[in-house]
């Protein structure tokens, strides 16, 4: 009898990142409450792949700090309390205005024009209502942010701290009109590092996280 192949899953980074986005929006939704198990299994099998991701995903879960896992346990959703998030949401604040300030001092003319062209490209994601593509573009407008503060390591701290961010950052988008707003506080960052006026593009960048935090918090169970 001819054995059957059992068709192989193919694990990539991709994988672990789409698995690791989907089950942190659910836990920020409130679609997977505090206290929810995260079984390996039914996990692997929920998004067709090998055990293997599965761990992963739960290991950067966890780093996010909306899970918890003890030794031979599942791994079960955490409660993210509103304070701890402000807490979080105020460092990240403080972090994008020192860039925002630096990027008015340092930046290149070429990165201040690419910063401004991929902004403006925006617009069309904001008129279309494009969540999905708008917070991708989010992503690499702040990213921008930090290269062009030209400090490796202020760099690395912020980027480490929105990394646990990302998905109570990404819910902001579901709220309406956010994106308009969202695209009127980049301007505002934008147009003060053109200026090259870093007490200015500080301001803006802060007050942005600030009002990101807000527009998060909703999601958060208290």
Do not use: W
């Amino acid at each position: 009898m001819k054995q059957v192949r059992r068709r192989e899953v193919i694990r990539t980074g991709t994988t672990v990142e789409q698995m690791t986005r989907s089950i942190a929006d659910m836990i920020v939704t409130g679609k997977m409450p505090p206290g929810t198990k995260l079984d390996e299994g039914s996990l692997a099998a929920r998004f067709e792949v090998s055990r293997t991701p599965v761990r992963e995903a739960l290991r950067e879960l966890g780093a996010m700090g909306l899970v918890e896992r003890e030794p031979n346990r599942s791994a079960v959703v955490t409660n993210v309390t509103g304070a701890y998030l402000h807490s979080m949401f105020e460092a990240m604040a403080e972090l994008e205005a020192i860039c925002a300030r630096l990027c008015a001092e340092r930046m290149t003319a070429d990165e201040r024009h690419a910063l401004e062209t991929e902004h403006r490209q925006s617009q069309g994601l904001v008129a279309a209502a494009a969540e999905e593509d708008y917070a991708a573009y989010n992503t690499e407008f702040h990213n921008r942010l930090y290269r062009g503060a030209h400090n490796d390591h202020i760099a690395e701290m912020v980027m480490q701290t929105r990394a646990r961010l990302a998905p109570f950052r990404r819910a902001q988008f579901r709220l309406q009109g956010r994106l308009r707003k969202s695209y009127e506080e980049h301007e505002e960052i934008v147009n003060a590092i053109l200026q090259q006026d870093s007490l200015e593009a500080g301001k803006s960048a802060y007050q942005h996280v600030s009002i990101v935090s807000d527009a998060s918090l909703i999601f958060v169970a208290h």
